[in-house]
């Protein structure tokens, strides 16, 4: 079993769609990335959260640490928002992170 | 700020071959993470690099080795090259704080083994 476990692997929306990314982890953690990588590689780091709530712009993150739970939701989607999104944990002492294998989001028009 | 740069962008390499990747941290940044991205699959920890020195590894073979240089920036060397081995390589800089250090990533490397 991964340390770290995201759902759904793939997900197909509508324009406008509300969307919502899960990820559930194993490990004690000091924090959680939200990452985004769009064809081609390159990664954004979006969110660090390790507890609570945040928002930038249409993007919504939370963190349950209790649950070892977080969401990445994304109100009113657009086309542009097309991409991978990974779920990565700060674990261990030293801080290196452990990745989920990524949501594959693909918004049509 | 430049942010992490790495390069090259893509590279090419038969099996049994050397290769070594470069990345340059983001303005300020003291730390250096590498990850390997294959196909399909989220990144997996490579090693991490410190006061020019390697203090953190995750599960890859003594085949992989890497540098940090005065400077911050870093190396992965990568000997006797297997197909397996073909994958994004990704280097993530950040400023160490052990319990909170968000990591900014570079555009990565693209290695093809043939």
């Known amino acids: 079993k991964n340390e770290v476990e995201q759902s759904p692997q793939n997900l197909t929306a509508q324009e406008g769609e509300f969307i919502t990314i899960n990820c559930s982890y194993s490990?004690?953690?000091?924090?959680l990335h939200w990452l985004q990588q769009h064809p081609g590689g390159g990664i954004v780091s979006l969110f660090m959260?390790?507890?609570g709530k945040k928002k930038h712009g249409r993007l919504i993150a939370t963190i349950n640490i209790q649950e070892k739970h977080s969401s990445l939701h994304i109100t009113a989607s657009h086309p542009r928002d097309s991409a991978v999104y990974i779920c990565?944990?700060?674990?261990?002492?030293?801080?290196?992170?452990?990745f989920g294998k990524g949501t594959k989001l693909s918004v049509k028009p | 700020d430049a942010g992490v740069t790495q390069s090259p962008t893509h590279l090419i390499k038969t099996r049994g071959q050397q290769v070594t990747l470069r990345c340059s941290p983001k303005?300020?940044?003291?730390?250096v993470s590498w990850y390997q991205q294959a196909l399909g699959q989220g990144p997996q920890f490579i090693f991490q690099?410190?006061?020019?020195?390697?203090?953190q590894r995750g599960n890859f073979p003594d085949r992989f080795s890497g540098h940090q240089f005065p400077n911050y920036s870093s190396e992965l060397n990568v000997n006797a090259l297997l197909l397996g081995d073909s994958a994004l390589y990704l280097c993530?800089?950040?400023?160490?704080?052990?319990?909170?250090?968000?990591?900014?990533f570079g555009p990565g490397t693209r290695l093809t083994v043939l």
């Open positions: 993530a800089s950040s400023l160490t704080d052990l319990s909170y250090n968000e990591q900014f």
């Open positions: 490990v004690g953690i000091s924090a």
């Open positions: 959260l390790s507890s």
């Open positions: 990565a944990v700060i674990g261990g002492s030293q801080g290196n992170l452990i």
């Open positions: 303005s300020g940044h003291d730390t």
């Open positions: 690099y410190y006061e020019e020195e390697e203090r």
